[in-house]
């Protein structure tokens, strides 16, 4: 009877660090929308720090209408070059900074994970979560960032870095 309740030990003990792996394994796997990653990585981020606590809850959507195509959203659910039948979810920010995913329109739609610097990256700041063909586009501050240096795709700056052009409100 004891040699069974020694097996059962082991067998519960597997069972539990099979169930703990399965589980942990199930957490690091990105989601696939529309063939296109929406999990988030250490390639390809833009961080921006000390933003005013005005847009705390708010919602940010990064571009660079330069050669390289670039934009920064947490997830695309749909685009064209074109703009047309998009669907973007937007990063949101939280304490004072947002972690903004970039995607190299160029190249797929895949992350960018490029080297160089950009001479010029533009951040609109919106009160909703997603954009999309329905959108007004109606934005509550733009706020550029010149000369941003990357490495494997990523860059921070922090928020008096850049300068405001416009506020839409």
Known sequence: MKK???????LFCFLFLCILFIGCNRENR????????????????FTLTGIPM?????????YDYGDDNIIGVERLNSFTNDWINIDLILSKISNVEVRIPLWNLNDNNIRYSGNHSFHTIRILIFDKPQ???DSDYDYLRERIFNSVQFENGNASKNWTDG???????
Not at 30 to 45: E, F, H, K, L, P
């Open 54 to 62: 005005d847009f705390e809850g708010k919602y940010v959507f990064l």
């Open 131 to 133: 954009l999309n063909d």
């Open 30 to 45: 990105g989601s696939n929308v529309a063939g296109m990653q929406s999990r988030r990585n250490d390639v390809g981020i």
């Open 163 to 169: 300068i405001s052009r416009y506020e839409s409100r």
């Open 4 to 10: 069974n309740h020694g097996l059962l030990r082991i």
